[in-house]
């Protein structure tokens, strides 16, 4: 049945703009801040995560120990080509990444850069539902369905839409509301 693979794409799409929530920085450390840096180890790019262990041992610190004490380096270098923002502070065996308070202008861009992230989302699941609407649509002309049938199951695709579009505003209003709080 179309309608169970469409809610769970959309399923999968409401995940990933979590995902992408999950990268943009609220002003307290988040080892999830770190999840799109990638290393060139050994001449791969490796995931951050795959290489150290990634703690928060309070509020305003990201503490990075690398499996292997000699991709210190690698790792440091990597967090600073990365678009975290964030400069690295290496001790020899640990990296630091201190955090800073965002200032009201960096807030508002970040709550712009989320509200981005949500029009993304939303758009793939109006995609997804168009893609199904045109395969149902393919079916009631080949007579596999029932006119009856195709609208019901078009009411059922839009439901489902209609969820999953809410869904997304409420994890933007609750991103919105971590990045506004100071």
Do not use: C, H, W
């Not at 999830?32 to 290489?51: C, F, R």
């Not at 964030?86 to 509200?115: F, H, M, Q, W, Y």
């Not at 993304?120 to 007579?143: C, H, L, M, W, Y």
Request: aromatic share 4%; net charge neutral; proline share 4%.
């Amino acid at each position: 049945m179309k309608l169970a693979e469409a809610e769970s794409t959309m399923q999968k799409t409401v995940e990933a703009t979590q995902r992408a929530f999950n990268t943009i920085r609220t002003g307290r450390a988040n080892a999830s801040l770190l999840d799109k840096v990638t290393v060139d180890y050994y001449g791969s790019p490796t995931p951050l995560k795959s290489l150290a262990n990634i703690s928060t041992p309070d509020g305003t610190t990201i503490l990075i120990q690398p499996y292997d004490r000699s991709s210190l380096s690698l790792i440091e270098k990597g967090i600073s080509l990365s678009d975290v923002g964030l400069t690295p502070s290496n001790d020899g065996s640990i990296i630091r990444l201190n955090i800073p308070p965002l200032t009201s202008d960096r807030r508002k861009e970040l709550v712009k850069i989320t509200a981005k992230y949500a029009e993304e989302g939303r758009v793939g699941i109006r995609n997804i539902r168009r893609d199904t609407i045109e395969t149902i649509r393919k079916q009631e002309k080949s007579a596999e369905i029932s006119e009856d049938e195709s609208r019901d199951q078009q009411d059922k695709l839009q439901k489902l839409t209609n969820k999953y579009i809410a869904r997304i505003d409420e994890l933007l209003a609750e991103k919105e509301k971590d990045i506004s709080t100071v």
